[in-house]
């Protein structure tokens, strides 16, 4: 029995909500700048919610991508947690999980709902993340093996990981906030693509249909570099400025990282991971940055 908790737990590979937070805190933050206060409880509760649709996809998408996770490698960042190729016998648990997390997220959504004013749209902004999560890798839609993964995860972490924040702090999205979500759409294009870099194989073997698996790994780390450079871009001209623009000079960390890819493109499996993995924590170190220089700004 222990075993088995502890192979559930390593399913659900918890450190990824880390990223889900720094971007749902990013999402308040831009909101208190705007002039919106900020209550500290509504904003647990909206992370909440979030938490257990993220968390959620990491369990569905071990349990759909199997054959391609049997024909990849696990890496820190890739190719699932592994769990289910050691104990295929918790699959069908894996998918009850899931789905639980996702009525999770839905009924604290709708306690959340009675208990504060919320928008028409903040029922269907809830249940429209969880499904862009669950038909990540799930059939029919299954994004990721129909070349729309990327679009999916954009979506993501340029609207609904921040779009919490904003939401429960704002009380309703405007044009300032949707603004402001179009750098954090390349942010998001940048973050899966690197993902998919070290997987090309795995994913090939499976049938998905990713960037890299189309156009190969030189052009990934090119299309990397863009997605970084927009990113950057719509990060110096729209993102609140201190005396110097601090989030867009932050910004210019993934691009740097994804520059230095692309001028020397690593070559073998270990140092495409150690590249994807290099990129991984530029955009992590970025969101941390950023939250902080927006915190001192309130």
């Not at 960042?77 to 190729?85: A, E, N, P």
């Not at 894996?94 to 996702?102: D, G, T």
Request: hydrophobic share 55%; proline share 6%.
């Amino acid at each position: 029995m222990a075993g088995t908790l502890l192979a559930l737990v390593r399913l659900g590979r918890f450190r990824f909500l880390l990223g889900g937070l720094l971007l749902c805190i990013f999402g308040a933050l831009l909101a208190g700048v705007a002039g919106h206060s900020i209550d500290p409880v509504r904003l647990l509760a909206g992370w909440t919610v979030l938490a257990a649709g993220q968390l959620s996809v990491s369990y569905s998408n071990d349990y759909f991508d199997r054959v391609a996770d049997r024909a990849g490698t696990q890496t820190r960042i890739s190719g699932g947690s592994g769990v289910l190729l050691e104990r295929p016998d918790l699959a069908p648990l894996a998918r009850q999980v899931a789905l639980s997390l996702i009525g999770a997220s839905i009924l604290i959504a709708l306690d959340y709902a009675a208990l504060y004013p919320v928008p028409l749209y903040f029922l269907p902004f809830v249940l429209a993340g969880n499904l862009v999560g669950w038909y990540y890798t799930a059939p029919p839609l299954a994004f990721a093996y129909r070349g729309l993964g990327e679009a999916a995860t954009a979506l993501t972490f340029g609207f609904f990981m921040p779009g919490m924040g904003y939401l429960v702090v704002a009380g309703g999205f405007d044009l300032f906030f949707v603004a402001r979500t179009v750098p954090l759409l390349f942010f998001g294009l940048g973050f899966i693509i690197t993902v998919e870099t070290p997987d090309r194989e795995g994913d090939a073997a499976a049938g998905k249909r990713t960037f890299v698996v189309r156009y190969g790994r030189r052009a990934a780390f090119l299309a990397v570099f863009a997605a970084f450079a927009a990113f950057a871009a719509g990060a110096l001209l729209l993102y609140p400025l201190l005396p110097v623009p601090a989030i867009g000079i932050a910004s210019l960390l993934p691009v740097a990282r994804a520059a230095f890819a692309c001028l020397r493109p690593p070559s073998g499996r270990a140092a495409v991971v150690a590249a994807a993995g290099r990129n991984h924590a530029a955009l992590a170190a970025f969101v941390l940055l950023a939250d902080i220089v927006l915190a001192a700004r309130l």
